[in-house]
T-cell receptor
């Protein structure tokens, strides 16, 4: 079975802190994604990566950056956390580049920025 | 409105009844997928239907796709309390990306 793990289930940070969210997948997938999920807004794509060291902006990249140094690991970075970044963050991976097939999700990280 | 909108937003039924959720989208697609999310957890893939398919089954799930109406439906038969979750449709709006709807919250009462 595909396993996608996220470094923390719950995280509390202060405004202005630099925050790292880590995601690891164990199935040699090409694509990895970061979403945020907010009530009434559904899932929104922040960034995705289709190969090591490659990244593409999603729909809401402002205030975020990403890093993919190894195929299995995709990190989301909040350079200076703000209260409006309080949200549920979901990482996902999928096997092949191109036409989208199934995405496999991690359990999510609920981030609270005070 | 965004690509992939589910209807209704919330649905409450009794155990044993069938649950039907609908999804409408705007642009042409290669495939449409349905996902399930239990409260506070990640999403789990349920079923994928390709644009050249009209109906697909998986256990108690039945998905239909009408590309002329740009709509899909998810039917869960003989629902159980454990089916209580949010259900999302997702469309491949471009290479690499899926666009998710806002979801239908299904509550199955024992």
């Amino acid at each position: 079975d595909v396993k996608v793990t996220q470094s923390s289930r719950y995280l509390v940070k202060r405004t202005g802190e630099k925050v790292f969210l880590e995601c690891v997948q164990d199935m040699d997938h090409e694509n990895m994604f970061w979403y945020r999920q907010d009530p009434g807004l559904g899932l929104r794509l922040i960034y995705f990566s289709y190969d090591v060291k490659m990244k593409e902006k999603g729909d809401i990249p402002e205030g975020y950056s990403v890093s993919r140094e190894k195929k299995e690991r995709f990190s989301l970075i909040l350079e200076s956390a703000s209260t409006n970044q309080t949200s549920m963050y979901l990482c996902a991976s999928s096997p092949n580049a191109g036409i989208q097939e199934t995405q496999y999700f991690g359990p999510g990280t609920r981030l609270l920025v005070l | 409105s965004q690509q992939g909108e589910e209807d209704p937003q919330a649905l409450s039924i009794q155990e044993g009844e069938n649950a039907t959720m609908n999804c409408s989208y705007k642009t042409s697609i290669n495939n449409l997928q349905w996902y399930r999310q239990n409260s506070g957890r990640g999403l789990v893939h349920l079923i994928l239907i390709r644009s050249n398919e009209r109906e697909k089954h998986s256990g108690r799930l039945r998905v239909t796709l009408d590309t002329s109406k740009k709509s899909s439906s998810l039917l869960i038969t003989a629902s159980r309390a454990a089916d209580t979750a949010s259900y999302f449709c997702a469309t491949d709006t471009s290479n690499y990306k899926l666009t998710f709807g806002k979801g239908t919250l299904l509550t199955v009462n024992p």
